[in-house]
């Protein structure tokens, strides 16, 4: 089996050496192609691979490069990127206290939402609510745009690392809510994870689309998007060939997983009965198990809401987000 992932010019092979020799040759033959070896950097990201043993994904240098460009590199460093319960105020409709040109706000911000979508899914519930007032920023929301830069300060060596299982693939996945948070709409904020063998590798956190009157209603909302993105992630898996067992959702709401169980036939969340259905069908063909997982454990917790440090860093470290550099050295020092 080859594999090949093309961004426009760039392009990553897997397989067995000798069909990567022959994939070069044969592109060679047609086109102007440069090898460069074994991939260490793409895409703005670092990746240490070694074979059946580890794999690294950071942005160290993208970070150091970004505190640069916005003269934070010497700032002080905290431990979390939002403070805890950190609420976010109404946009301002106040023309003349908005969109100073001065503050390059919505710079830091699309800087920060590539390392969202690369390796920092800590990052990801901060970028969301910094993107709420890219049309309307304050200074106050400048200065919450600096504090995520100054976390990143002191995690610039952390990234995703993953490690083989002993048992066949396993993609399960964890869904959270936080209700009514926008102070602009009363949206609900939805946060989902799947991790692969326990390892994050495909992550969410968002604003609703529409208002739901209670906990349960933004729950499930919250469990139908992570569902769809798991069906989905089966289907990719299946189209390489890996075979995956039952994949199970964790959701902290018993009221959601007893509407699901009863295909949402509830007058309390009749508005979102399909929502319900829609997972019930999934379970019944055995792809998807819901299960209750108590808040505490509810990884996805760290998409919905501002968390203090012991807590966030608790839920950081169940996505394997770990010190690269120190994880790749302890590989170098064991191989030896």
């Known amino acids: 089996m080859i594999y090949l992932t093309v961004y426009v010019d760039d392009i990553v092979i897997a397989a067995k050496p000798a ?106 519930s901060v970028v969301r609510c910094l993107g709420k007032y890219n049309g309307a920023y304050t200074r106050a929301n400048f200065t919450m745009a600096k504090r995520a830069i100054r976390y990143l300060l002191g995690t610039k060596n952390y990234g995703l690392v993953y490690r083989p299982a002993d048992t066949s693939p396993l993609l399960t996945a964890f869904a959270d809510a936080d209700h009514a948070m926008c102070a602009d ?88 009965a399909k929502e319900a259905r829609m997972i019930a069908e999934f379970v019944d063909e055995g792809a998807v198990e819901m299960k209750y997982v108590s808040t505490a454990d509810n990884v996805a917790d760290i998409f919905t809401k501002a968390l203090g440090p012991q807590r966030f860093e608790y839920l950081r470290d169940r996505l394997n987000l770990e010190d690269v550099v120190s994880v790749w050295s302890n590989v170098h020092e064991r191989m030896d």
């Open 185 to 272: 709409t009363s949206r609900s904020n939805t946060g989902f994870v799947l991790q692969l063998n326990g390892c994050a590798w495909m992550w969410k956190s968002k604003q609703q689309s529409r208002v739901t009157t209670n906990t349960c209603a933004s729950e499930l909302v919250a469990a139908c998007d992570c569902v769809d993105n798991l069906i989905w992630a089966r289907q990719l898996l299946a189209e390489l060939h890996v075979k995956t067992e039952t994949s199970t959702v964790h959701c902290d709401n018993q009221s959601a997983l007893h509407v699901i169980a009863n295909r949402g036939n509830s007058k309390k969340v009749q508005r979102f």
């Open 19 to 124: 069909d990567i020799e022959t994939v070069v040759r044969q592109l060679s033959a047609r086109f102007e192609v440069k090898d460069l070896g074994r991939v260490k950097h793409l895409l703005g990201m670092e990746i240490n691979f070694q074979p059946g043993v580890i794999l690294c994904l950071s942005q160290t240098a993208y970070i150091e490069r970004m505190a640069a460009r916005f003269r934070m590199e010497h700032a002080k460093m905290v431990r979390s990127p939002q403070m805890h319960n950190e609420r976010m105020p109404p946009i301002d409709t106040d023309k003349t206290q908005v969109n100073d040109e001065s503050l390059p706000y919505r710079e830091i911000v699309g800087s920060l939402q590539y390392l969202v979508a690369c390796t920092r899914p800590d990052m990801a």
